[in-house]
């Protein structure tokens, strides 16, 4: 299986194997919950649907309810879709599966939603060069001129300008698995892991 959900707790600090202090984003992904498996014989290829945070069943809509109960598994809040590596892996419909997965990983792929920043400005956005602040000059922070009015007279699509900041997917790659907690379902990664605290996060191996 090739990745877990998780939830991002937050950061702490860890000893690692020569005593030099590592900070580390901790993430809790003990608790996943197998839907469905999926065959190449039946459904063109191999992929298991792995389920988090468990909710009760009023809170999820009808056609969820039924694929869960056709499977046999509990209802939860978050489903995603993972590749198998391998089409002989042993997984049933209302397994339970954890960190250990990620036993064998040194470096995973997380995916998240980035934090939303509102509506922010170029310098903030996009690291433009402020305006200077001498005698007559009233553009310190703004853009300045977005282009000529006649011709083409419009703005030109991917204009870098103020706007919508944060709130989208984002993927860092290649972050370093520090250490796993079995019994609490935890995994120790150091490195930027995107997202708000108490955010649902996606785990890939990344060998």
């Not at 590592?22 to 469905?36: L, P």
């Not at 809170?59 to 809040?77: A, Q």
């Amino acid at each position: 299986m090739q990745g877990l959900i998780g939830r991002k707790i937050g950061m702490t600090r860890i000893f690692n194997d020569s005593g030099r202090v590592v900070a580390v984003t901790v993430i809790q992904a003990g608790n996943n919950v197998v839907h469905q498996v999926k065959k190449a014989e039946k459904d063109g290829y191999n992929a298991v649907q792995l389920g988090f945070d468990q909710v009760a069943e009023q809170k999820v809509t009808k056609p969820l309810l039924g694929h869960f109960k056709k499977h046999n598994s509990s209802p939860t809040r978050v489903v995603r879709e993972f590749a198998l590596e391998s089409a002989q892996e042993e997984l049933k419909p209302g397994q339970q599966v954890g960190v250990e997965i990620l036993e064998d990983s040194k470096y995973v792929d997380v995916e998240g939603v980035s934090k939303g920043r509102g509506h922010a400005g170029t310098i903030k956005k996009y690291n433009f060069q402020r305006g200077r602040e001498t005698h007559g000059n009233t553009n310190v922070r703004e853009r300045g001129s977005n282009g000529a009015g006649t011709y083409p007279a419009r703005i030109f699509p991917g204009l870098r300008m103020s706007g919508h900041y944060g709130a989208c997917a984002v993927t860092t790659k290649r972050l370093e698995v520090v250490g796993i907690d079995k019994e609490a379902g935890l995994v120790y990664i150091k490195g930027s892991v995107p997202g708000r605290n108490k955010g649902i996060v996606y785990l890939y191996k990344n060998k």
